[in-house]
């Protein structure tokens, strides 16, 4: 066990510069080096922890914090230029590993049905969107972190759900693995008014936005009155240097439509409820999770690249080391 004083060897992936349009893998650069380990002087204080990085959480979110553009949220404040990129990750507590227990899940399911993506999930589709059973609801970018336990959580309320996908592989992953009722790869559809039209024939109760643009455009014409979007994320804009417009909003006032932006970071003090709620479907089976696992450090770039392209099937997490 490594202990204070001690030098380590140290990878971390540097942010070269800030980022216009699609990033590539040649804006960051994975350095390594060293690291001495230093602790509290009393050894013997619990306030005293030293972590071994095992699994980073690549998210779309991480996109914007390489733009240099003004926030308000600190929590979305721009990477700094050739520091390294930040994120949620688990780590394993080198020093009072004996004194916690984890629970009986595996490690990379904290960076996603137990992390920051099952919580958007669930805050997102039980209190933004308000289900009601029997409801209609369409979710975009399904078959990513968040997406699929959307629409699982939406079918254990009975609900009829339908995704939307980039490829036949997440499609059919959908149908057969996540239990939704239809699926449709986006990319085959010219049309996507009448494509949401042909699985929406009486329009669409609720929609978790999850891509933004040509889609929200699409789907807002697909509304049912009285109808809820939960406006979790726009993937599709991020790289762009000019976001595109949106046409149809005039519907959100006709069709009395509650369009409901929100952050999962104002959930986190309500953890422990989301644990109470999933926890009994993962153990039952009731609720699978997939993920993409992308092995060492060095691989990190090229897998939050991948995030952009829809490269990833499932949530996208880097092993940085053995457990």
């Given amino acids: ?12 992936v ?16 994975v350095k390594t080096g060293s690291i001495k380990l230093k602790l509290a002087e009393d050894e013997s204080s619990d306030s005293a922890v030293l972590v071994k990085n095992l699994y980073l959480s690549c998210d779309p979110y991480m996109r914007g914090r390489m733009t240099n553009s003004p926030v308000d949220d600190p929590d979305f404040s721009p990477f ?10 688990v780590a394993e507590n ?13 490690f990379p399911y904290y960076t996603g049905i137990l992390g920051m993506p099952g919580m958007t999930a669930y805050f997102g589709f039980y209190q933004v969107c308000s289900p009601k059973k029997g409801e209609r ?16 959580f939406a079918k254990l309320m009975g609900c009829y759900v339908v995704g939307s996908a980039g490829s036949k592989e ?3 992953l959908l149908k057969s693995k996540f239990g939704f009722d239809d699926a449709f790869n986006y990319k085959e559809e010219h049309d996507l008014v009448a494509a949401l039209k042909r699985y929406f024939p009486e329009g669409i109760d609720i929609y978790f936005e999850n891509v933004g643009g040509k889609m929200l455009d699409a789907v807002l014409l697909n509304m049912r009155f009285h109808g809820r979007i939960a406006a979790c994320g726009m993937i599709s804009q991020y790289n762009l240097q000019q976001p595109e417009g949106i046409q149809n909003i005039t519907t ?3 069709k009395r ?10 959930y986190f003090d309500q953890y422990p409820k989301f644990l109470d709620f999933v926890l009994p479907y993962i153990r039952e089976g009731k609720i699978v999770y997939v993920e993409d696992i992308t092995e060492g450090l060095e691989r990190g770039p090229s897998a939050l690249i991948g995030l952009f392209s829809g490269r990833n099937v499932g949530k996208q997490v880097v092993k940085v080391t053995n457990e």
């Fill in 170 to 172: 997440k499609v059919e």
């Fill in 137 to 152: 609801v369409y979710i975009s970018a399904a078959s990513g972190a968040v997406g699929q336990l959307v629409g699982q």
């Fill in 14 to 29: 540097i942010l070269k510069d800030y980022v216009a349009g699609f990033p590539k893998e040649s804006d960051m650069n």
């Fill in 94 to 106: 080198l020093r009072n590993s004996s004194k916690f227990t984890l629970l009986m899940c595996p």
């Fill in 257 to 266: 439509i509650r369009l409901e932006g929100f952050i999962i970071f104002d």
């Fill in 252 to 254: 959100v006032v006709f």
């Fill in 80 to 89: 700094t230029p050739g520091s390294p990129i930040v994120g949620h990750g």
């Fill in 1 to 12: 066990m490594a202990a204070s004083g001690e030098e380590v060897r140290n990878m971390q």
